[in-house]
């Protein structure tokens, strides 16, 4: 099982970043895993757990959480506003708020039930235009509409770097965006470069191949 070796070399980097024991949130993202493969991650003791898709999670989760206490779900993938029901009813935290159609629908949502998943803003810092994300330019307004003429407490930012750059420059900018605006979280980092992302104050790394394996077909 790769797990204790994921959590090993996550306190391992922790330690070297020189940041307390613990501080770092492990997100093992089980999208399009086969129920098998799940139900061992949950036995070796993971309870944090990502999806990219709403329909995919409900169908997996619900069971899943009525069987097993203590599942933390987040929704990592775009979400589109048609399905933002069921995810605010399922998710502990969403990763990926990106324009202002989707923050809207959000804040109305929220004021109706009461209650707000963990929010983090993506932020598209390698201007891909194929790839979900605020530009970094426009970040500072949109955080400042969320927080303020929306009233919704954004917690942190998220990104996924270039897959053909170096992700260290990408995780320092977001780091850099999230102290300017005064976040706690920066969701950053997968299964190949989670060390990094951690040396440049990850709090939350989303793995899974390495700690899955190869997705299921």
């Known amino acids: 099982m790769p797990l204790p070796d994921i959590e090993s070399r996550i306190a391992a980097a922790t ?17 399009v895993q086969t129920e098998e493969r799940v139900r061992a991650v949950l036995a070796a003791g993971q309870r ?8 995919e999670a409900e ?26 029901g069921k995810a605010l009813a399922l998710f502990d935290a969403i990763h990926s708020v990106d324009r202002d159609s989707l923050a809207l629908r959000l804040a109305d949502a929220v004021q109706a039930r009461g209650a707000c998943p963990t929010l983090f803003v993506q932020v598209n810092t390698g201007r891909e235009p194929q790839k979900a994300g605020i530009d970094p330019d426009a970040l500072d307004g949109f955080l400042a509409r969320l927080r ?25 900018a977001l780091a850099a965006m999230a102290a300017r605006n005064g976040l706690d979280g920066l969701s950053m980092g997968m299964s190949d470069d989670f060390e990094t992302a951690i040396a440049h104050g990850a709090t ?8 899955f394996g190869a997705r299921a077909a």
């Not at 944090?48 to 329909?55: A, D, K, L, S, T």
């Not at 407490?153 to 270039?162: H, N, Q, R």
């Open 15 to 31: 330690a070297r970043a020189g940041r307390a024991p613990g501080s770092v949130t492990l997100v093992a993202i089980s999208k």
């Open 48 to 55: 944090v757990f990502g999806e990219n898709r709403v329909q």
């Open 59 to 84: 169908g997996r989760w619900t069971p899943l959480r009525a069987e097993v206490p203590g599942i933390t779900l987040h929704l990592v993938g775009p979400l589109q506003t048609n399905k933002l």
């Open 148 to 172: 303020g003429d929306l009233a919704l407490p954004v917690f942190g930012l998220m990104a996924i770097p270039p897959v053909d750059e170096d992700p260290a420059p990408h995780f320092a």
């Open 204 to 211: 939350h790394v989303r793995v899974g191949s390495a700690i």
